[in-house]
């Protein structure tokens, strides 16, 4: 299952970052170009490691 924190905690910071009448789509996407790419490399890294200790 996902954790549900990650997006909430995103857009509960997203307004900080879009400026009174600028565009929403590139100011919001910005962060997400930031914070996408690492939790992309880190959860195939983690998952194994992760298995391999088992319960």
Do not use: E
Request: no cysteine; hydrophobic share 55%.
């Amino acid at each position: 299952m996902l954790n549900p924190k990650a997006p909430v905690r995103f857009l509960s910071l997203r307004p900080q970052f879009v400026l009174a009448g600028a565009s929403v789509l590139p100011r919001t996407l910005l962060p997400a170009t930031i914070v996408v790419p690492p939790a992309l490399v880190r959860f195939p890294v983690v998952a194994p490691l992760v298995d391999r200790l088992g319960p």
